[in-house]
């Protein structure tokens, strides 16, 4: 009575039955059926970690059967030692996110439009399969450009 049973789902498409009760906490839960992995394992639900170790089941409306997602990260104190500290990438002005992958795809937009103006202005410089070659990438880059923005 008053236990309730939570799913545990893992990347790999196994499950495992939880049993708890919804006063437990999210710390409870993970000293339970993870010990000595606390710090490894992550837990979703509803597309939100769980982050906070203090909230209990009920707080965050898990009742009777709800599946939690769990992904066991890498050991934080071992990867945090082995990487190293994030930094800018090159010299960039204070305030501005700019990367490599920024530029990509302004500087490809660029390229294809001198490549269009040496097209329409410099006809006889270019041949029929250069012109379809131009009408290739351009396609190409157009459909690349909306399906990675477009989502």
């Not at 008053?2 to 999210?26: H, M, Q, S, W, Y």
């Not at 089941?57 to 990260?73: E, K, M, Q």
């Not at 097209?119 to 157009?142: D, E, H, K």
Request: proline share 7%; charged share 15%.
């Amino acid at each position: 009575p008053g236990l309730i049973k939570i799913r545990l789902k893992f990347l790999n498409d196994t499950e495992e039955v939880a049993v708890a009760r919804p006063e437990d906490t999210v710390g409870i839960l993970k000293s339970k059926y993870f010990p000595g992995q606390e710090s490894q394992m992550k837990l979703i639900y509803r597309g939100q970690l769980l982050q906070d170790q203090a909230r209990t089941l009920r707080s965050l409306r898990i009742t009777d059967n709800c599946v939690i997602h769990c992904h066991r990260s890498r050991g934080a104190t071992a990867a945090t030692a082995a990487l190293p500290e994030p930094g800018p990438a090159g010299p960039t002005a204070p305030g501005l996110p700019l990367g490599g992958g920024t530029l990509m795809v302004p500087t490809v937009m660029v390229v294809l439009a001198l490549g269009w103006y040496f097209r329409i202005n410099y006809r006889q410089l270019f041949t029929a399969p250069a012109t379809v070659s131009l009408i290739g990438v351009t396609v190409l880059v157009t459909f690349l450009a909306f399906g990675v923005y477009g989502q």
